[in-house]
């Protein structure tokens, strides 16, 4: 099928994908019922109008109440005033400009060349992606901590790193998944970035243990070490290593702490090595691979964090691959095995996304420098020595430059939609939606019949540049 070359046709074909897209979204994908803000909100008003402790609430009818540090309760205070319905506008509000930081600096100068086709074509399949609809059902702030961490690679980037580390201190402060990018700034020797980053990290939490003394000493000392109040380790969204290791029925705390640090390790040497490129994005998306990996628990909508993978698959010329694993990523696949996770189908299949993050983090290029920070590489000796130009230079030149013009400047629809967001992918399975009490199933018993539909969840220089 060849990609409409006029503007109505693909302005004919992006409406016909919307409808499409549409369709799957409403029929295909769990809808979360905007279950976690629920819980936000309710514990935040429990907390300040009804003065109850913080940690004692729970969605009416379920087990689920307040995970996250007492910062995040104070970051979320202004929901004390408000309604639920306004609670969800902001939240979407909020998301979307998240979103729209995100994509641009992942994109970087290359989103120029989009145009509108390529930015609608990137949308859709963004709709598609499971961990942003989860994040954007649920109600959840995982697009908004990732904007946060990103803001420091772009001061980073950009020369400006007197800020730098305030978006990671902020982010860690609210969840604690992205206090790992503090160890990315030591092992790139960005040591200002990283005494900021864990300052800031450090100042918020004693801000919220002053302000809210009773909350700060629960949390710090029960909550956080209690994962039941988050769900069962087994449920089939967790896809951390913890997550995988006790679907196999092996829930030691030590083969756990063994594999993490194997991770670790693995993790410590490619980010250094991307740092020795000068390749920032490669360290910031290989450092929330192993972020999702290493935590006890990562539901789905956590994995969002694997979004700078892609556009690092992208800009390394590996669009395919990115589709590919892409399109995994939107299917709901692992959801086939949310009752029984055994046997070697189950292995791969109630795994898949964890098994995608890993390999990502094992076998994702580094050292492709996005086009905005590289520094052409000049040498006076070579200039000085190189020979005149043939008679034939002039035509050999004016032949590559053609093939330049149409192989590298110009990006056809495909390749639009790749490098905005990977490429759309098949329907996944189909599930019909029903109400429950219980939409994440985490904290109770595997059930006899399925889950319901609110079931839970290079050019480089001499010297690269320094991350």
């Known amino acids: 099928m060849r990609a409409p070359r006029t503007d109505r046709g693909r302005l004919l074909l992006v409406l016909a994908l919307a409808v499409a897209v549409t369709v799957f979204t409403a029929t295909v994908p769990l809808l979360r019922d905007w279950f976690d803000l629920r819980v936000y909100h309710g514990a935040v008003h429990s907390w300040v109008r009804d003065g109850e402790p913080l940690y004692d609430y729970r969605v ?4 689920y109440g307040f995970t996250y540090p007492p910062f995040a309760a104070l970051v979320m205070l202004p929901m004390a005033l408000v309604g639920l319905g306004t609670a969800i506008a902001a939240t979407l509000l909020l998301n979307l400009t998240a979103l ?16 509108w086709y390529g930015c609608a ?5 963004l709709a598609l992606f499971e961990p942003l609809r989860d994040t954007v059902s649920f109600g959840q702030v995982n697009i908004l901590l990732l904007a946060l961490v990103l803001a420091d690679a772009r001061l980073l980037t950009a020369g400006r790193g007197r800020w730098a580390g305030v978006g990671i201190g902020l982010a860690a402060a ?23 980053a864990a300052a800031v990290a450090a100042g918020a939490t004693a801000l919220a243990a002053w302000a809210a003394p009773g909350a700060s000493r629960f949390y710090w000392t029960e909550a956080l070490w209690d994962t039941s109040r988050i769900g069962r380790l087994s449920y089939v969204s967790n896809q951390s290593l913890q997550g995988v290791l006790a679907r196999l029925g092996a829930p030691d705390r030590a083969v756990w702490a063994v594999v ?19 390749d920032r994005t490669a360290a910031f998306a290989l450092t929330g691979l192993a972020a999702c990996l290493v935590s006890p ?11 700078p993978a892609f556009a690092v698959l992208l800009r390394a010329g590996h669009p395919r691959v990115a589709g590919a694993l892409y399109a995994v990523l939107c299917t709901s696949v692992v959801w086939l095995w949310v009752d029984d996770a055994s046997g070697p189908d189950g292995l791969i299949g109630a795994n898949a996304y964890t098994w995608i993050a ?24 070579t ?10 230079a002039p035509a050999i030149a004016a032949a590559s430059g053609q093939v330049g013009a149409d192989t590298s400047t110009r990006l056809g629809p495909a390749d639009a939609a790749a490098a905005a967001a990977g490429t759309a992918c098949g329907p996944g399975r189909d599930r019909a939606r029903s109400p429950s009490s219980d939409p994440t199933g985490a904290t109770r018993p595997a059930a006899s019949n399925p889950q319901s539909s609110s079931a839970r969840a290079s050019s480089y220089t001499a010297k690269p540049p320094p991350l």
């Open 358 to 381: 890993l390999g990502l983090l094992l076998g994702m290029p580094v050292g492709h420098s996005s086009s905005g920070s590289r520094r052409p590489t000049t040498s006076r000796t």
């Open 121 to 125: 074509l990137g949308a859709l399949a």
């Open 260 to 278: 993490v640090l194997l991770v670790l390790a693995a993790w410590a040497w490619r980010t250094r090595r991307a740092v020795a490129a000068g």
């Open 383 to 392: 200039s000085a020595t190189t020979p005149a130009p043939s008679p034939a």
């Open 100 to 115: 729209a930081l995100v994509l641009r600096h992942l994109a970087g100068p290359d989103r120029r060349r989009l145009g």
């Open 60 to 63: 009416p009818g379920t087990p």
């Open 174 to 196: 609210v969840k604690l998944t992205p206090v790992l990018f503090i160890g990315m700034l030591l092992l790139a020797r960005r040591w200002r970035a990283a005494a900021v």
């Open 297 to 307: 628990i990562t539901w789905v909508h956590h994995l969002v964090w694997l979004l």
